[in-house]
């Protein structure tokens, strides 16, 4: 089983950015599709961006346009750049597969102010 660590996350202002990563123990080349998600307090865990071994991607519509998934299968790693941040997207984010087969990391606290 893959094990994925999180991390980038932080506080930052309204409309600032942050670049989480999701670090992989082995090779994701194999796995078809990587996933960011994002638990706020008192929430399920919701599907943020999604990104296929093909490069495809899809997103939440509340951060579709600002919110950018990629992937490098070289260096086993999964990263999500956030843009123009809201206060509503503070939340504890995680990454892991689609749909979700290995062991939740402890995530990555992203918390952005007003």
């Known amino acids: 089983q893959v094990q994925l660590v999180e991390s980038g996350g932080g506080l930052v202002q309204a409309g600032g950015s942050l670049r989480l990563s999701c670090a992989a123990s082995r090779s994701i080349f194999s796995i078809n599709t990587m996933a960011w998600y994002r638990q706020a307090p008192g929430k399920q865990r919701d599907l943020v961006a999604t990104?296929?071994?093909?490069?495809?991607?899809h997103y939440k519509d509340s951060v579709r346009g600002r919110f950018t998934i990629s992937r490098d299968n070289a260096n086993n790693t999964v990263y999500l750049q956030m843009n123009s941040l809201k206060p509503e997207d503070t939340a504890v984010y995680h990454c892991?597969?689609?749909?979700?087969?290995?062991?939740w990391g402890q995530g990555t606290q992203v918390t952005v102010s007003s």
């Open positions: 892991n597969t689609l749909p979700p087969r290995t062991s």
């Open positions: 990104i296929a071994r093909g490069g495809t991607t």
